[in-house]
């Protein structure tokens, strides 16, 4: 699929969104291979690539960034673009699958977009991002939280928090804040952004005193000897590392054997999946707490209400639009749409006013210093949020080239 001459496009929507054109491709397999005629770009147009899974496992969380992304587009639009360059937010949808993240990055590559933003995922990330690293343009993922993904593609950017500082956030918030000190650790050993978030959590839970009681892989356990498992071992609480797909099945699953400590999450149970009856008691960290009575928050939530007739469904959304804002400041401090200048200009982010949190990229890490926001809810209420500073925790180190502390500590299942 090209931007040209797409092939394997099912879904070609044009959006008009308060003065922004977005072009939304959908890859599928055996699809019509019908040409694409998108408006005539001229020179005074910025053209921005963002990849997004908008069905599939991901799409509770990328759907509602993607949003974010589009709005903050049509704001930049309304007041008359960058440097008076209209902006064109060009959308390829992933379909929750690395492979199709991989094409998306090809195919907006493709059509000479400026940079490329988008995805929730480290796994769907890394599919993109290899590309986007080999033709020398700047990539922002508004959610993969990996702390090694800067690592290893020097012009990828987060605009979120990593996950060492989300997991250690909830090891602090779990035993210092709510008295909970013995766990049962659940991974989904095929995701890479799982077992990153088992690895930390472990790490700072144990040096904070707390005992895990039970470790086991997902993949490789019968649910329901799984929940007997947690059971019999009877810890306080449960720290489920898993995507937003299958994490809302395994709590209920758990629910209705009996199993009712608090079950404790990073960023993918912020999703409406989650926020139903029958949940008990979740806890998981998040990137933003939004308000429509924020001083900071309060703007972007009228907004996107007025947009899409739906409050924000969880802060990915904000992610989102932050995301699409940071790369607007880059361009617009560039005064040009060339991918090496727009890449110096994001290296000297600094004291960025977005809604998730100040941005600054210190000392070329390419990852921000923001806070974690603790999320409590039962079943679908919210009982507390609490706010935890990074600098209470410690940087995450080297990138390994497997797990090896993740995978000794789960060699037992």
């Not at 040409?35 to 020179?43: D, K």
């Not at 472990?202 to 039970?214: A, M, N, R």
């Not at 720290?239 to 699953?253: K, M, N, S, W």
């Not at 919210?382 to 797990?403: E, I, N, R, W």
């Given at each position: 699929?090209s931007l040209?001459?797409?092939?394997?496009?099912?879904?070609?929507v044009?959006?008009?969104?308060?003065?922004?054109?977005?072009?939304?491709?959908?890859?599928?397999?055996?699809?019509?291979?019908s040409?694409?005629?998108?408006r005539e770009?001229?020179a005074?147009?910025?053209?921005?690539?963002?990849?997004y899974?908008?069905q599939?496992a991901q799409?509770?969380?990328?759907?509602p960034s993607?949003?974010?992304?589009?709005?903050?587009?049509?704001?930049?639009n309304?007041?008359?673009?960058?440097?008076?360059?209209?902006?064109?937010?060009v959308v390829?949808?992933?379909g929750?699958?690395?492979?199709?993240?991989?094409?998306?990055?090809?195919d907006?590559?493709?059509?000479n977009?400026?940079?490329?933003?988008?995805?929730?995922?480290?796994d769907?990330v890394?599919s993109?991002?290899?590309?986007?690293e080999?033709?020398?343009?700047?990539?922002?993922?508004s959610?993969?939280?990996?702390?090694?993904?800067?690592q290893?593609?020097?012009?990828?950017?987060?605009?979120c928090?990593?996950?060492?500082?989300?997991?250690?956030?909830?090891?602090?918030?779990a035993?210092?804040?709510m008295?909970?000190?013995?766990c049962?650790?659940?991974?989904?050993?095929?995701?890479?952004y799982a077992r990153?978030?088992a690895?930390?959590?472990?790490e700072?839970?144990?040096d904070?005193g707390?005992?895990?009681?039970?470790?086991?892989?997902?993949?490789?356990s019968?649910?329901g000897?799984?929940s007997?498992?947690?059971?019999?071992a009877g810890?306080?609480?449960?720290?489920?590392?898993?995507?937003?797909?299958e994490a809302?099945?395994?709590?209920?699953?758990?629910?209705r054997?009996?199993?009712?400590?608090?079950?404790?999450?990073?960023?993918?149970?912020?999703s409406?999946?989650?926020?139903?009856?029958?949940?008990?008691?979740?806890?998981?960290?998040?990137?933003a707490?939004?308000d429509?009575n924020?001083?900071?928050?309060?703007?972007?939530?009228?907004?996107?209400?007025?947009?899409?007739?739906?409050?924000?469904?969880?802060?990915f959304?904000?992610?989102?639009?932050?995301?699409f804002?940071?790369?607007?400041?880059?361009?617009?401090?560039?005064g040009?749409?060339?991918?090496q200048?727009?890449?110096q200009a994001?290296?000297?982010?600094?004291g960025?006013?977005?809604?998730t949190?100040?941005i600054?990229?210190?000392?070329?890490?390419?990852?921000?210093?923001k806070?974690?926001v603790?999320?409590s809810?039962?079943?679908?209420e919210?009982?507390?949020s609490?706010t935890?500073?990074?600098s209470?925790?410690?940087p995450a180190?080297?990138d390994?080239a497997?797990?090896?502390?993740?995978q000794?500590?789960?060699?037992?299942?």
């Amino acid at each position: 699929m090209s931007l040209d001459n797409c092939r394997a496009v099912s879904l070609l929507v044009f959006f008009v969104l308060m003065g922004t054109t977005i072009f939304v491709a959908q890859a599928t397999t055996g699809a019509d291979d019908s040409p694409i005629a998108p408006r005539e770009h001229s020179a005074d147009v910025v053209k921005i690539g963002a990849i997004y899974s908008l069905q599939g496992a991901q799409s509770p969380l990328d759907l509602p960034s993607s949003r974010g992304a589009m709005l903050a587009a049509g704001e930049i639009n309304a007041q008359g673009g960058i440097n008076g360059r209209r902006i064109e937010l060009v959308v390829c949808d992933a379909g929750s699958d690395p492979a199709n993240a991989g094409q998306c990055a090809e195919d907006l590559l493709a059509g000479n977009v400026s940079a490329l933003m988008g995805l929730s995922d480290t796994d769907m990330v890394s599919s993109a991002a290899q590309k986007a690293e080999e033709a020398g343009i700047p990539f922002v993922t508004s959610g993969a939280t990996s702390p090694y993904l800067t690592q290893r593609y020097p012009s990828l950017f987060l605009a979120c928090f990593s996950d060492d500082v989300q997991a250690k956030a909830g090891a602090i918030y779990a035993h210092d804040e709510m008295g909970l000190k013995t766990c049962a650790l659940l991974v989904d050993g095929d995701m890479e952004y799982a077992r990153l978030l088992a690895g930390f959590f472990k790490e700072k839970y144990q040096d904070l005193g707390g005992k895990i009681l039970l470790e086991a892989f997902l993949n490789r356990s019968d649910a329901g000897e799984l929940s007997q498992a947690v059971k019999d071992a009877g810890p306080d609480m449960i720290y489920l590392a898993t995507g937003p797909d299958e994490a809302g099945a395994i709590i209920l699953g758990m629910r209705r054997e009996g199993v009712d400590c608090p079950v404790f999450g990073g960023d993918s149970f912020d999703s409406p999946l989650l926020k139903r009856a029958g949940m008990g008691s979740i806890v998981f960290s998040t990137h933003a707490l939004l308000d429509e009575n924020s001083t900071v928050t309060g703007k972007f939530v009228r907004s996107y209400r007025a947009q899409y007739g739906v409050s924000p469904e969880n802060a990915f959304s904000a992610l989102g639009y932050d995301a699409f804002r940071i790369l607007a400041d880059a361009i617009n401090r560039s005064g040009s749409k060339d991918p090496q200048a727009i890449l110096q200009a994001l290296e000297s982010t600094s004291g960025f006013k977005g809604v998730t949190g100040e941005i600054c990229y210190r000392d070329h890490s390419r990852m921000p210093d923001k806070d974690v926001v603790m999320i409590s809810l039962h079943d679908e209420e919210m009982l507390a949020s609490h706010t935890v500073k990074p600098s209470s925790m410690s940087p995450a180190g080297s990138d390994p080239a497997v797990m090896p502390s993740v995978q000794a500590a789960l060699s037992g299942h």
